[in-house]
């Protein structure tokens, strides 16, 4: 899950303000709560001790 919001020559691009609040908000919590990382072996929420579990994408769009 690549954030490509910012380029505009793709089909995601965001025309609106508040849908690239919307995407980047959503890719970052992926990016810090759901994703483990190679080199850390952990979230990087896990890492920054703000959670103890990784969560489900489920989970997060609830």
């Known amino acids: 899950m690549a ?3 910012f380029t ?3 089909n995601g691009f965001s ?3 508040e849908s ?4 980047l908000a959503l890719h ?3 990016y810090n709560l759901v994703r483990i990382h190679r080199t ?3 979230t990087p929420a ?3 001790v703000v959670t103890d579990r990784t969560w489900e994408l489920a ?3 609830a």
């Open 28 to 30: 970052f919590a992926w």
């Open 59 to 61: 989970e997060l769009l």
């Open 8 to 10: 505009r020559l793709c």
């Open 15 to 17: 025309k609106k303000l």
């Open 46 to 48: 896990m890492a920054a």
């Open 20 to 23: 690239l609040k919307a995407a």
């Open 3 to 5: 954030c490509r919001r």
């Open 40 to 42: 850390l072996r952990v």
